[in-house]
């Protein structure tokens, strides 16, 4: 079955970084395209970011536009959220997804697949 496996969480003051990744098995990554969300206590989950199956195509919300890079691994199945200048209000659990085909995706409705998601909190 698909599983999709979220790393890299953790405690971070304000103006850090953080790397997360999120490692896919049981289905053909490059077929995928994968997205990024968040959900902070008390609020709907919300995109990040997202990324085409080769890599070619990204896209945004705005908040983090500048500051967040989504890339990917295909030989190692694996896509990744590079997190610079961290804001208080960037605290949340992050969700990686999938959803098959090459595009890009920013409605979580659109994707087949979730992780369980890694916590990201933000100290000021």
């Known amino acids: 079955q698909v599983q999709l496996v979220e790393s890299g969480g953790g405690l971070v003051q304000a103006g850090g970084s953080l790397r997360l990744s999120c490692a896919a098995s049981g289905l053909t990554f490059s077929s995928y395209a994968m997205g990024w969300f968040r959900q902070a206590p008390g609020k709907e989950r919300e995109f990040v970011a997202t990324i085409s199956w080769s890599g070619g195509s990204t896209y945004y919300t705005d908040s983090v536009k500048g500051r967040f890079t989504i890339s990917r691994n295909n030989a190692k199945n694996t896509v990744y959220l590079q997190m610079n200048s961290l804001k208080p209000e960037d605290t949340a659990v992050y969700y990686c997804?999938?959803?098959?085909?090459?595009?890009?995706?920013?409605?979580?409705?659109?994707?087949?697949?979730w992780g369980q998601g890694t916590q990201v909190t933000v100290s000021s």
């Open positions: 997804a999938a959803r098959q085909g090459g595009s890009i995706y920013y409605t979580l409705y659109q994707y087949n697949y």
